[in-house]
């Protein structure tokens, strides 16, 4: 199942109008159906001193608010976080910039709902990078604690923006942006990738097989990131792109990003579950 739900979006976009040879301007997808994230968009939450950034969730390109993420959001509300989660770029799929400004305006709901300072976030693939656009771009190195990236595109992928890719183009701006050496990657890593007070936390699998290679997710070292991959700690979790939300050893390393000063610690050790 894991393998096959890649070509499964692609039978869907198909059937809603998306097919390769016929797209002149971008298609509205289906939107969520589904809801809210377990524990999610409780907009009474409040803070705590223990627990004083909120954590926003950022879905990946065809994604949205809730699919895969169920756990991953469970498990931070489990632990006192107030946990919020957005649709956005018609499903991720739309120019990047113009979703950073859907998360910068998201951002500022949040805040202003929960009164806090600053919000820590956690993506899944483009909802990984995107945020550094928002942090480098929109003024929101000001507003973000933690930046936490589950398979994040942050310098692309070498299996998209082709000639022969279906997706590139009107039908999926983002996709094209997010290949390797795009002209979106080469601005938004130019200079520090890192850049204000947030800290970075980069979390993939060798499994990968959307960004490609699996280390194009990292970033620059420095004192204010973190770069592993699941499987260097626990060998046998077979998580790859899609599934990586799910897998228990990449929540473990969200959860010790989010719950200690810095980025996740390099020398944790996750128990490993499967």
Not at 44 to 73: M, Y
Not at 103 to 125: E, N, Y
Not at 254 to 263: H, I, K, Q, S, T
């Amino acid at each position: 199942m894991r393998r096959l739900l890649p070509a499964l979006l692609v039978s869907l976009l198909a059937v809603v109008g998306l097919s390769a040879s016929a797209r002149a301007a971008v298609v509205p997808l289906p939107t969520n159906p589904f809801g809210n994230p377990t524990g999610a968009n409780d907009w009474s939450c409040r803070p705590t001193a223990e627990r004083p950034e909120p954590v926003v969730i950022v879905h990946g390109t065809f994604g949205d608010k809730k699919s895969l993420l169920d756990d991953l959001s469970s498990a931070m509300v489990a632990e006192g976080f107030c946990v919020y989660s957005l649709d956005y770029g018609n499903r991720g799929t739309g120019e990047i910039a113009a979703s950073a400004q859907q998360l910068k305006d998201f951002v500022t709901k949040v805040l202003d709902a929960t009164g806090a300072a600053k919000v820590s976030m956690v993506g899944h693939s483009q909802g990984g990078m995107m945020p550094r656009y928002y942090i480098k771009f929109l003024g929101g190195r000001q507003h973000v604690d933690d930046l936490v990236g589950l398979s994040p595109s942050n310098h692309g992928t070498s299996i998209v923006g082709g000639p022969n890719d279906p997706w590139a183009g009107a039908t999926c701006p983002a996709c094209t942006e997010q290949a390797a050496g795009s002209p979106f990657l080469t601005k938004l890593n130019a200079g520090d990738e890192t850049p204000g007070d947030v800290s970075y936390t980069q979390i993939s699998t060798k499994y990968d097989e959307v960004v490609v290679p699996y280390t194009s997710a990292f970033l620059a070292a420095g004192p204010r990131t973190t770069n592993v991959t699941i499987q260097d700690s626990c060998p046998d979790d077979s998580a790859e792109h899609v599934f990586i939300p799910m897998s228990r050893t990449a929540i473990q390393w969200v959860l010790n990003a989010l719950e200690r000063p810095g980025p996740a610690d390099p020398a944790f050790t996750p128990a490993c579950a499967y």
